[in-house]
């Protein structure tokens, strides 16, 4: 439910409720406990129309989002792993990470997640190889529309 809905059902205001929200998400987040975090999923989406990204990650064992950073370069993965050492994790213990082919979380993975090995994302593969099955698929007809010589 939007929050100003419910600030109009409550009567409280939307500052109110948001601030009750922080409190109650910052303290349910505090007792995150990582040390068996092993299986990792990154993916960005946009907050809004443009590129105003934020990243999730998800702990792919538990299947549930254990993090989520503005933006989607390298810094959002090195912030992540910053968030899994302060709740007893430890970035080395991660194992398999899945991800687009995005070069900056390539780089953040490698430089923060030493021992994991990367499987990119079924739907990324799939677009790559459809773009360069069209791609010959053109050049093909290109190539049999020429008159002979």
């Given amino acids: 439910m939007p929050v100003h809905t419910v600030s109009r059902i409550t009567g409280e205001s939307d500052y109110k409720i948001w601030a009750i929200l922080e409190r109650y998400v ?13 299986g990792v ?6 907050r809004r129309k443009g590129h105003d990204y934020i990243t999730l990650f998800v702990d792919l064992l538990k299947k549930r989002t254990v993090f989520i950073a503005e933006g989607n370069d390298q810094k959002t993965v090195e912030a992540f ?5 302060e709740h007893n994790g430890n970035p080395q213990a991660v194992t398999d990470v899945s991800c687009d082919m ?12 030493p021992n994991a090995e990367i499987t990119f994302g079924r739907f990324h593969i799939i677009k790559i190889i459809n ?12 190539t049999q529309s020429r008159p002979h010589d």
């Fill in 131 to 142: 773009t360069a099955v069209d791609t010959v698929r053109k050049q093909e007809v290109q």
């Fill in 102 to 113: 995005w070069p900056a979380f390539i780089k953040g993975i490698k430089d923060n997640f």
């Fill in 26 to 38: 910052t303290l349910a987040l505090a007792g995150n406990d990582y040390r068996d975090l092993k």
């Fill in 81 to 85: 792993a910053e968030d899994i050492k």
């Fill in 41 to 46: 999923g990154i993916d960005e989406t946009s």
